[in-house]
Nanobody, 115 residues
Framework: QVQLVESGGGLVQAGGSLRLSCAASGSFVSISTLGWYRQAPGKQRELVATIAAGGNTNYADSVKGRFTISRDSAKNTVALQMNSLKPEDTAVYSC?????????WGQGTQVTVSS
């Protein structure tokens, strides 16, 4: 089992920045992939960014150049630095982990960007 706990959400004006953090705990040896998903009201959950154990990253086109994902594998943490935020970035952001062929998500943290 893997538990994921996010922090860092909040309310910010358009053009501002926020940093999300996630800590993973549980009974595992290592985490293959860490990442972030988001879900806006009335929309499906979508991938924001992922980072593999080797450091390879993947971003949604809508956040490329504005968001940066990073991880500390020794501490089992992942962060998402979000710059130049837009109102359309408003969503619940959930941490994601792929461990031993299973997907895990955290409870989520609300990010609201006002215009």
């Amino acid at each position: 089992q893997v538990q994921l706990v996010e922090s860092g959400g909040g309310l910010v004006q358009a053009g501002g920045s926020l940093r999300l953090s996630c800590a993973a705990s549980g009974s595992f040896v290592s985490i293959s992939t860490l990442g972030w998903y988001r879900q806006a009201p009335g929309k499906q959950r979508e991938l924001v960014a992922t980072i593999a154990a080797g450091g390879n990253t993947n971003y949604a086109d809508s956040v490329k150049g504005r968001f940066t994902i990073s991880r500390d594998s020794a501490k089992n943490t992942v962060a998402l630095q979000m710059n130049s935020l837009k109102p359309e970035d408003t969503a619940v952001y959930s941490c994601y982990a792929y461990v031993t062929r299973r997907n895990y998500w955290g409870q989520g943290t609300q990010v609201t960007v006002s215009s």
